[in-house]
């Protein structure tokens, strides 16, 4: 499958093709086992990230603002003119809804889902590795290789630690992107799970929740001096915990000996 065999199907999907295309491609997926296994897995991404996106709650007061744009009372027209202003009524609904929400409402979703962004930029990060033939960069289960191999490739290193011991053996690293920035990701299993663990600057992180489910995967959030982690997978939530619980305990600096 070529680069642009993707190109052709993400067109595809969006309706982008002409019909002759599109018949081409229906075609082709059909009698492709390659080409149609491709274009399930960005069936499955899709679905995975409108729920990881789901929309957030209107705002209090949105219907009396647009009520209040409009310029009538909160009330329905009476007789045939009902039926002439109900389609423009909801044209206009949507257009101001529209226009309230990516003005005032950005706003609202930046100042109440402070986590949206950098949670749905790390699933899909995590989702986008589970589609490729490896779900890392450099494959190594050495913490010497994998901590150093992020050097000149981002700005933070994370602490690759060894949990194979704890059921959690290192496998690798990748570099994703987060927020627009380069950030180091670590790569365990768990099993035929993998665990993504996304290094970023503690401040990052200081309004997000500890703990969280989207779209089926289990995120836990945690810092490590000035660097913040947060780790994702489909495993259960208890084991994502415990996971966690080893790292922290692998990762935190030795006891000073006392005098």
Same mark, same amino acid.
Not at 177 to 191: F, K, S
Not at 223 to 232: N, S
């Given at each position: 499958?070529?680069?642009?065999? *993707?190109l052709?199907?993400?067109?595809?999907?969006?309706?982008? @093709?002409?019909?002759?295309?599109?018949?081409?491609?229906?075609?082709?997926?059909?009698?492709?086992?390659?080409?149609?296994?491709?274009?399930?897995?960005? #069936?499955?991404?899709?679905?995975?990230?409108?729920?990881?996106?789901?929309?957030?709650? +209107?705002?209090?007061?949105?219907?009396?603002?647009? *009520?209040?744009?409009?310029?009538?009372?909160?009330?329905?027209?009476? =007789?045939?003119l009902?039926?002439?202003l109900?389609?423009?009524?909801?044209?206009?609904?949507?257009?101001?809804? =529209?226009? /309230?929400?990516?003005?005032? =409402?950005t706003?609202?979703?930046?100042?109440?889902?402070?986590?949206? #962004?950098?949670?749905?930029? *790390?699933l899909?990060?995590?989702?986008?590795?589970?589609?490729?033939?490896?779900?890392?960069?450099?494959?190594?289960?050495?913490?010497? /290789?994998?901590?150093?191999?992020?050097?000149?490739?981002?700005?933070?290193?994370?602490?690759?630690? !060894?949990?194979? #011991?704890?059921?959690?053996?290192? /496998?690798?690293?990748?570099? !994703? +992107?987060i927020?627009?920035?380069?950030?180091?990701?670590?790569?365990?299993?768990?099993?035929?799970?993998?665990?993504?663990?996304?290094?970023?600057?503690?401040?990052?992180?200081?309004?997000l929740?500890?703990?969280?489910?989207?779209?089926?995967?289990?995120?836990?959030?945690?810092?490590?001096?000035?660097?913040?982690? +947060?780790?994702?997978?489909? *495993?259960?939530?208890?084991d @994502?915990r415990?996971f /966690?619980?080893?790292?922290?305990? #692998?990762?935190?600096?030795?006891?000073?000996?006392?005098?």
């Amino acid at each position: 499958m070529t680069d642009e065999d *993707i190109l052709l199907l993400n067109a595809y999907r969006d309706g982008e @093709l002409s019909p002759g295309e599109a018949l081409a491609m229906e075609r082709r997926l059909a009698e492709e086992p390659e080409l149609r296994a491709q274009a399930q897995r960005l #069936e499955s991404l899709s679905l995975a990230l409108r729920g990881a996106l789901a929309g957030a709650p +209107v705002p209090h007061g949105l219907r009396g603002r647009i *009520i209040q744009e409009i310029g009538f009372r909160d009330g329905a027209p009476s =007789g045939r003119l009902t039926r002439f202003l109900s389609p423009l009524a909801a044209t206009l609904l949507v257009g101001l809804a =529209g226009g /309230v929400l990516l003005g005032s =409402g950005t706003t609202f979703l930046a100042m109440n889902r402070p986590d949206a #962004e950098t949670s749905a930029a *790390i699933l899909s990060a995590h989702l986008r590795a589970m589609m490729a033939p490896q779900p890392f960069d450099v494959a190594s289960s050495n913490r010497h /290789v994998v901590k150093p191999w992020f050097n000149g490739k981002t700005t933070i290193a994370p602490d690759a630690v !060894d949990l194979a #011991e704890r059921g959690f053996p290192l /496998v690798g690293g990748r570099v !994703d +992107v987060i927020e627009g920035r380069p950030a180091p990701t670590l790569v365990y299993r768990r099993g035929p799970h993998v665990i993504s663990v996304t290094a970023l600057p503690s401040e990052t992180l200081a309004s997000l929740p500890g703990s969280e489910s989207r779209a089926g995967f289990s995120f836990e959030r945690w810092t490590v001096g000035d660097l913040a982690y +947060v780790a994702v997978s489909d *495993i259960a939530p208890a084991d @994502l915990r415990t996971f /966690v619980e080893a790292f922290r305990a #692998e990762a935190a600096p030795p006891a000073k000996p006392v005098n």
